[in-house]
């Protein structure tokens, strides 16, 4: 089992709409769980971090967490064609450091 | 503010040869850490620094190697280079881990390719 999951890609949704990105983790002692975008040929850009069950929202962003369910998600609402990036989902626990990535999940918007 | 900086952008080697990446993290960073980005492997974490001092280790052979220097910026040290050695070399920083979880920025990487 990966430690990391996330769901399989690519996704494509139309301008607009609402994306939805999903994630599950192995480790229960996971603390902290954040979500990277990653334009082709470019560095990972932190988009959104959350630390405790529920919902964080920030912009047209909002990362929903279950630790009970080991399950993490990010829903982009109003999606558009600058959105399309791979999404990658990394979890963390404080006393290692160590990001542990999923294998990212393609998202494109089309007009 | 400056976000990681990273150097030298691209970086061609032979196999056998030694690279040296460069990293300066965002001001007032002091942990450091090293990922390898190759195809088809996703983004593996290398090493962590913080204070001058290795404090984690990823899944990788002795001749990943690195230093932090006192004023936080940080060298990844690679020996002896393999084919598979080729990758996006990306370094990050974060405030002092210590005081809870700290997220992580990352600079545009260092692209290293094996001849």
Redesign the interface.
């Known amino acids: 089992q990966k430690e990391v999951e996330q769901n399989s890609g690519p996704l494509s949704v139309p301008e607009g709409a609402i994306a939805s990105l999903n994630c599950t983790y192995s480790d229960r002692g996971s603390?902290?769980f954040?979500w990277?975008r990653q334009y082709s040929g470019?560095?990972?850009?932190?988009i959104m971090?959350i630390?405790s069950n529920g919902d964080k929202e920030d912009g047209r962003f909002t990362a929903q967490l279950n630790k009970a369910s080991q399950y993490v998600s990010l829903l982009i609402r109003d999606s558009q064609p600058s959105d399309s990036a791979t999404y990658?989902c990394?979890v963390?626990i404080?006393s290692?450091?160590?990001?542990?990535?999923?294998?990212?999940t393609i998202l494109t918007v089309h007009p | 503010e400056a976000g990681v900086t990273q150097s030298p952008t691209h970086l061609i080697k032979t196999r056998g040869q030694q690279a040296t990446l460069r990293c300066s993290p965002i001001s007032g960073h002091t942990?450091v850490?090293w990922?390898q980005q190759a195809l088809g492997l996703?983004?593996q974490?290398l090493l962590?620094y913080?204070e001058g001092e290795e404090?984690?280790r990823?899944n990788f052979p002795p001749r990943f190697s690195g230093r932090q220097f006192p004023n936080y910026s940080s060298e990844l040290n690679v020996n002896a280079l393999e084919l598979e050695d080729s990758a996006?070399y990306?370094c990050?920083s974060s405030l002092e881990?210590g005081t809870?979880?700290q997220?992580?920025?990352?600079?545009?990487?260092t692209r290293l390719s094996i001849l």
């Open positions: 603390q902290s954040f990277y470019k560095s990972p850009e932190l971090f630390y990658l990394a963390s404080t290692y450091g160590k990001l542990t990535f999923g294998q990212g | 942990s850490y990922y996703g983004l974490f962590w913080d404090r984690n990823g996006l990306l990050a881990i809870g979880n997220p992580q920025h990352f600079g545009d990487g």
